[in-house]
């Protein structure tokens, strides 16, 4: 059983930064494919970033593409999302998800990913 633990989130100026962060506990989550997805008020949750078990292949939504950037850090068994030029659109529930690199399916595909985090909290305020 993995658990993940989302940390970071937070309120912030549009335009303006934030860095999340996901602890996970498992020590071979080198193996386990690792993404982001939120959820806004009143909307269905989203895909928002997927990063490979190996950290060579990325994948983001259209909305977040050239602001949003994941990354892994398989020593440290953390996952991040920094995620610049924040707007208002963006406000939502950041939820870290993981499953295992030998589950074949999109990476967007919520359904997937056997383990979720608890959600943190991004606010952005225009």
């Known amino acids: 059983q993995v658990q993940l633990v989302e940390s970071g989130g937070g309120l912030v100026q549009a335009g303006g930064s934030l860095r999340l962060s996901c602890a996970a506990s498992?020590?071979?989550?080198?193996?386990?494919?690792t993404a982001w997805f939120r959820q806004a008020p009143g909307k269905e949750r989203e895909f928002v970033a997927a990063l490979s078990w190996s950290g060579s292949s990325t994948y983001y939504h259209d909305s977040v593409e050239g602001r949003f950037t994941i990354s892994r850090d398989n020593i440290e068994n953390m996952v991040y999302l920094q995620m610049n030029s924040l707007n208002a659109e963006d406000t939502a529930v950041y939820y870290c998800?993981?499953?295992?690199?030998?589950?074949?399916?999109?990476?967007?595909?919520?359904?997937?990913?056997?383990?979720w985090g608890q959600g943190t909290q991004v606010t952005v305020s225009s």
């Open positions: 498992e020590r071979t989550f080198s193996n386990y494919i």
């Open positions: 998800a993981a499953r295992p690199a030998a589950y074949i399916a999109r990476y967007d595909y919520q359904g997937s990913y056997n383990y």
